[in-house]
Antibody, heavy 119, light 107 residues
Framework: QVQLVQSGAEVKKPGASVKVSCKASGYTFTSYGISWVRQAPGQGLEWMGWISAYNGNTNYAQKLQGRVTMTTDTSTSTAYMELRSLRSDDTAVFYC????????????WGRGTLVTVSS | SYELTQPPSVSVSPGQTARITCSGDALPKKYAYWYQQKSGQAPVLVIYEDSKRPSGIPERFSGSSSGTMATLTISGAQVEDEADYYCYSTDSSGNPSFGGGTKLTVL
């Protein structure tokens, strides 16, 4: 079954870091890229960045440059997103999404991981 | 960042046609995509490359694009189509962006 399975919810204090995982199955992991998209409570979707599972190349949204790192582990077909120096407005559901082969869009999504930042 | 503008809400009665628009400066040269997000769920792709429908998406969903505006049309909207809809595209440099989302009410 083609799917992306994400890690569980996290609660973090301001200033801490969080690392969310996204395990792919049912397809050749290295043939696709993975993007991360977040959604604050009651808000819209925000693209965070992309990583190539083939060669590890990354492209981050400008507003997150310096705070976010995306990595992959091809041995386990898992993508990771680490966000540092967390603030309360980073509270959101974080989704991983597979980037389609035929174009720059997302054809498969994980179920999301809620990260709550609270003191 | 690149702005894609959607109406905040659209409301139709069951069986009517719902149209959701998305405007963006780069749309004449870039494809538009549409995602449906039901409450508490992950987004689902309903239209790609302006007008193509992924397998499993009902035929009542269609898309079009002309100039700086893309449109998602739901012909004969059903109660189960009630959701938030997001358009998505890239700017002229290839940077991804989502529209602000449109809440579709079917009642």
């Amino acid at each position: 079954q083609v799917q992306l399975v994400q890690s569980g919810a996290e609660v973090k204090k301001p200033g801490a870091s969080v690392k969310v995982s996204c395990k792919a199955s049912g397809y050749t992991f290295t043939s696709y890229g993975i993007s991360w998209v977040r959604q604050a409570p009651g808000q819209g979707l925000e693209w965070m960045g992309w990583i190539s599972a083939y060669n590890g190349n990354t492209n981050y949204a400008q507003k997150l440059q310096g705070r976010v790192t995306m990595t992959t582990d091809t041995s386990t077909s898992t993508a990771y997103m680490e966000l540092r120096s967390l603030r309360s407005d980073d509270t959101a559901v974080f989704y991983c999404a597979r980037v389609a082969v035929t174009g720059w869009y997302f054809d498969l999504w994980g179920r999301g991981t809620l990260v709550t930042v609270s003191s | 960042s690149y702005e894609l503008t959607q109406p905040p809400s659209v409301s139709v009665s069951p069986g009517q046609t719902a149209r959701i628009t998305c405007s963006g400066d780069a749309l004449p040269k870039k494809y538009a995509y549409w995602y449906q997000q039901k409450s508490g769920q992950a987004p689902v792709l309903v239209i790609y490359e302006d007008s193509k429908r992924p397998s499993g998406i009902p035929e009542r969903f269609s898309g079009s694009s002309s100039g700086t505006m893309a449109t998602l049309t739901i012909s004969g909207a059903q109660v189960e189509d009630e959701a938030d809809y997001y358009c998505y595209s890239t700017d002229s440099s290839g940077n991804p962006s989502f529209g602000g989302g449109t809440k579709l009410t079917v009642l």
